[in-house]
């Protein structure tokens, strides 16, 4: 498997514009891009630290896997991503390693990138995602 860096991590909020500001006003992040993934039921803020990202994600619908997430352990870190070169092979490696996939099969996520998250009960109890970049392949 060949992942190169960690894509971003993913950080539940109740309260997105209030989380932005605190990236912003405190840590001195500009937000660059806010999104609605509507098939995941989250908008999303992203921030860049050098090759990884920041992903704020808060709710659209109480019963999406933020606003469970929330509702279960409050805010905070909700996942990993890792960007990996060929997603597919990745997750079939992986499951063939025992890992249970939630995604077997890749789907388009923020940022256009392909996505697939591996289950947080195989993962040392952290949710993880692979993403592939390949919009201009
Ligand atoms: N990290 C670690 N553990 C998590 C978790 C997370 N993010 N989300 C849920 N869990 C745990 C729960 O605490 C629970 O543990 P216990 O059994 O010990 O209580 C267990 O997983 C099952 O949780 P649940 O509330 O019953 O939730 P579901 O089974 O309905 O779903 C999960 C859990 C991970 C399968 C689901 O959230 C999922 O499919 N996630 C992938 C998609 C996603 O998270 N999308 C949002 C981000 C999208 C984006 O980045 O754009």
Same mark, same amino acid.
């Given at each position: 498997?060949?992942?190169?860096? #960690? $894509?971003?991590? /993913?950080?539940? !909020?109740?309260?997105?514009?209030? *989380?932005?500001?605190?990236? +912003?006003?405190? %840590? &001195?992040?500009?937000?660059?891009?806010?999104?609605?993934?509507?098939?995941?039921?989250?908008?999303?803020?992203?921030?860049?630290?050098?090759?990884?990202?920041?992903?704020?994600?808060?709710?659209?619908?109480?019963?999406?896997?933020?606003?469970?997430? #929330? $509702?279960?352990? /409050?805010?905070? !870190?909700?996942?990993?991503?890792? *960007?990996?070169?060929?997603? +597919?092979?990745? %997750? &079939?490696?992986?499951?063939?390693?025992?890992?249970?996939?939630?995604?077997?099969?890749?789907?388009?996520?923020?940022?256009?990138?392909?996505?697939?998250?591996?289950?947080?009960?195989?993962?040392?109890?952290?949710?993880?995602?692979?993403?592939?970049?390949?919009?201009?392949?």
């Amino acid at each position: 498997m060949k992942l190169s860096h #960690i $894509e971003h991590i /993913g950080i539940a !909020v109740k309260d997105l514009p209030a *989380a932005i500001r605190y990236y +912003e006003d405190i %840590l &001195g992040l500009e937000c660059y891009a806010i999104e609605e993934v509507k098939d995941q039921r989250v908008r999303t803020a992203f921030f860049k630290v050098g090759e990884t990202k920041i992903e704020l994600l808060e709710s659209t619908d109480p019963e999406g896997p933020v606003g469970k997430f #929330i $509702e279960k352990r /409050g805010e905070g !870190v909700h996942h990993i991503a890792f *960007a990996v070169e060929g997603i +597919e092979e990745s %997750l &079939g490696e992986a499951q063939k390693k025992g890992v249970s996939l939630i995604d077997a099969v890749p789907r388009r996520g923020a940022e256009g990138l392909d996505i697939a998250f591996l289950h947080p009960k195989c993962t040392f109890g952290v949710l993880t995602e692979f993403c592939e970049d390949r919009r201009n392949k």
